[in-house]
Structure formats: C-alpha cells, structure tokens
C-alpha cells in the first residue's frame, strides 16, 4: 500500500517564528514531527509539546532516522552549524527556509538538498493561514522538487517552483513590502504618541492601502502630496520633523523617489 506524504518523519532545527508556524501546520495537517532543536532548551521544549514530539539542544542528539530534515535558523547560524548537524545524516532529504541563502550551501554535504521557503511574516503568537501564503521551492533533484512540491500543496495553494537568484529577489522585494512597511508604521506610532493620538485612527488607512494593491497595480495607487509634489505641504511637513532629522531625512528622499517614478510613468 502507498504510503501518504503525511507519513514522512519530520525533524526542525530551529524554534523561531517561522519554523513554529510551519511545524504546527505540518502537524495540524498529519504529518509527523519527530524532534525538535533550538539551541535553547525552553524553545525547543514548548514548541516540542505543541506538536507532540521530542526535543534537545544538543547538536550531536539530533535524531538520524528522519526523513526530511527542516533547517530554519538565522542565516549566520545555518552557516556555521550546518557541518554540526548534518553529520551522519546525508541520506536524508534537507531543506532550508531561508529567503537569502543559496541551495547550494548544502553542496559537498549531504547528497538530497533543497529549499521550502514560505514568504511571509511570522510571529510565535500569531496564526496564520497557509493557504494564503505562497510557498517557495528549489530541489537539486528532479524527484525531490516533486516531493516538497507535494508537501507544500498539502498547505497552501501558491506552490512556486524558483532558483536561488530568483528567490533572492523576492527576500529583497519582501523587506521593501513588511519590514520597511512596519518600520512607517513605527514612526507614524511615535508623532501620533507625541500629541496623544491612538495609532489605531490609522488602521482603516493601513487597510484600505493595503486592499487598493490587490485591484491596483502599485504606482496606480500612490497618493498624497509627493505625487504632484505640492512643495508648500511637503516643506511643511519637512519643518515639522525638524527636531528629527533622520526622519526629516527619510521624508526627504522618499518623496523624491515616489515624485522621480511618477514623472518617470514607472
């Protein structure tokens, strides 16, 4: 009897915001995680009971029954752990989850390799849906591309085939969409703080901004003053953060890159 894609014995090193959201919807989806590692015992521990499986943070205690091996550690750490816990393991199909770092980092180490790269922003205590997110995958066999494809289809509905390069990008384009995005969001929160206002008065903005993209393309969307740059408002504005020069700064050049591609047509 064929045996279902759920059967396959999981281990996930790394305990951090994305591996336990891939972990708990893996599980929730019946497959079977087997161990977990963080390098700290607490990490391991809570995300080992969430899913029902084992854990250690020891390095030479990693399980070598496994058959995918999951990898979701800071890039650095990846790097310069990834001969440590691969030892002994090389039959085994590895994948990391990392936007940034090549396929090719597992060459010369162990024979099945690949990448599973969800691209989205995770949070521990946060829920998401997988079947939203696209999930991102590069095997170094035609067989094994086929098998994470498998897996990734059991959780989302946007399974994307890519390369390295290509996945560079799309790390690169990501910062620019959540990180740098949040980051507006962090400084929009401390001028409302200034004057008592809630941040919250700016979420049916952030939503509407948001929801326009998905209709839009995203130069159709632009708004506000850089558009036509409207020189009295932007000075204004400009003068405003003077006792803040770093965002004055940063006002500054963005409105000049939104007001550039606009003439530009981009």
Same mark, same amino acid.
């Given at each position: 009897m064929k045996r279902s894609i759920e059967d396959t014995s999981v281990v996930f090193i790394g305990a951090g915001n994305l591996a336990t959201n891939l972990a708990k919807a893996l599980y929730h989806r +019946?497959?079977?995680?087997?161990?977990?590692? @963080?390098? &700290? $015992?607490?990490s391991a521990q809570n995300l080992a009971q969430m899913v029902e499986a084992e854990y250690t943070d020891e390095l030479p205690a990693i399980t070598e029954d496994a058959q995918l091996y999951i990898v979701s550690l800071k890039d650095t750490a990846l790097v310069q752990l990834l001969p440590e816990f691969t030892s002994g393991k090389s039959d085994a199909l590895w994948v990391h989850t990392s936007g940034s770092i090549p396929m090719n980092v597992?060459? +010369?180490?162990?024979? !099945?390799? +690949? =990448?599973?790269?969800? *691209?989205? &922003?995770?949070s521990k205590l946060r829920e998401v849906d997988f079947k939203e997110i696209p999930i991102f995958i590069e095997s170094h066999s035609e067989e094994d591309t086929?098998?994470? !494809?498998?897996?990734?289809? =059991?959780?989302?509905e946007r399974v994307y085939e890519v390369n390295s390069e290509q996945r560079k990008n799309l790390h690169l384009a990501a910062v620019f969409v959540c990180n740098f995005t949040n980051h507006m969001y962090v400084l929009a929160a401390e001028l409302l703080?200034?004057?008592?206002?809630?941040?919250? %008065? *700016?979420?049916?903005?952030i939503d509407e901004t948001a929801r $326009? %993209?998905?209709?839009l393309e995203p130069c159709?969307?632009? &708004?506000g003053p850089a558009v036509r740059y409207d020189e009295n408002i932007i000075d204004s504005h400009l003068q405003m953060l003077a006792d803040e020069p770093e965002m004055q700064e940063?006002? !500054?050049?963005?409105?000049? @890159?939104?007001?550039?591609? %606009?003439?530009? +047509?981009i």
């Open positions: +019946g497959f079977r995680i087997v161990q977990i590692y @963080s390098r &700290t $015992k607490e597992w060459k +010369g180490r162990v024979e !099945r390799y +690949g =990448v599973f790269y969800p *691209m989205q &922003t995770f086929l098998f994470l !494809r498998d897996i990734a289809l =059991v959780l989302s703080r200034k004057y008592r206002l809630p941040f919250e %008065v *700016m979420l049916p903005l $326009k %993209v998905h209709k159709d969307a632009q &708004t940063l006002y !500054r050049l963005i409105s000049k @890159s939104i007001h550039r591609q %606009v003439e530009a +047509g």
